[in-house]
């Protein structure tokens, strides 16, 4: 059964639906706007049961404890340092355990760029979790658009929280996308990083973090976009450009420091990825 009552100590704020369209006639909040949001601590028989879906799209952040979420008849299970993201009008529910309830941040969303936000992160109703590298990031944006409503409902407070739910979104995207600690992907990941001045072949990183070349390649395209030498390659590049803002090292000795031994290789790749050469990049007037 659903739990009427709220639960102790809880917060707990709803933008009045008449604000909340005329916020989606506006041109920021029509994109994105934040309905409702809370904070539910030791979340006991929370249960909700929504069988035609919700208007708006649901975030849920697991800070403690755990419980269970059914999208679309696919139920699973809520552990701490998770995320759930409910699209909009897909039927659904969700319930805290009864030994150790959830403690959750969460709230609601609605907007036209809800679609995009939900592609970057890479959630959909068959895998509606994102695990958190860094669940206190997230915890404090939801804090901030929870104490902002908490306030009040006009027009400048619900952009606000509309940027701040922005913020919220890309960091869900970027822990969907970057590695755990430990996992093969952010080992491999460091490797290059302490070798910028070094060349790597592909099938021997592989075998050092213990997975097969194709699948390497995969992680990497997966994260990044790119394969593993473009990874490499950029973040050669982006030590040779604070060495050419911040150095006087002459153009040579700047690619010797980002292993490139011949000159006018280090050149031809730099002007390949910056479309200049390092001489034309370094008198260019930036800030």
């Not at 609601?108 to 592609?119: C, E, I, P, T």
């Amino acid at each position: 059964m659903e739990r009427r009552e709220g639960f102790a100590n809880q917060r707990l704020t709803v933008v009045p639906r008449p604000a909340v369209a005329e916020a989606l006639t506006r041109p920021v909040t029509r994109r994105l706007v934040v309905t409702d949001a809370g904070w539910f601590p030791r979340a006991y028989r929370h249960l909700r049961i929504r069988p035609g879906g919700a208007e708006e799209a649901i975030v849920i952040v697991c800070v403690a404890g755990g419980g269970w979420v059914d999208v679309a008849g696919t139920r699973v299970r809520v552990t701490p340092s998770t995320a759930v993201l409910i699209p909009p009008r897909v039927p659904h529910s969700y319930g805290a355990d009864d030994d150790e309830p959830w403690t959750i941040w969460w709230c609601h969303v609605r907007g036209s760029d809800l679609a995009d936000l939900w592609s970057a992160i890479g959630v959909d109703a068959d895998r509606p979790l994102v695990s958190l590298r860094a669940v206190d990031r997230v915890t404090v944006l939801l804090d901030e658009i929870v104490s902002a409503l908490e306030r009040d409902q006009s027009p400048a407070r619900l952009l606000a929280t509309a940027g701040i739910a922005w913020r919220l979104m890309t960091q869900l995207a970027v822990d969907r996308r970057l590695p755990e600690q430990g996992e093969p992907l952010e080992r491999a990941m460091r490797y290059l990083e302490e070798r910028v001045d070094g060349a790597i072949r592909v099938s021997d990183l592989a075998r050092l973090v213990g997975v097969s070349t194709s699948h390497l390649g995969a992680l990497f395209r997966e994260a990044t976009g790119g394969g593993v030498l473009a990874y490499h390659t950029g973040l050669k590049m982006a030590r040779a450009r604070r060495l050419l803002d911040t150095t006087d090292l002459h153009v040579s000795e700047v690619g010797r420091e980002v292993g490139y031994a011949d000159p006018f290789y280090f050149s031809r790749q730099f002007s390949r990825v910056h479309g200049m050469s390092p001489s034309d990049y370094r008198v260019q007037r930036k800030g």
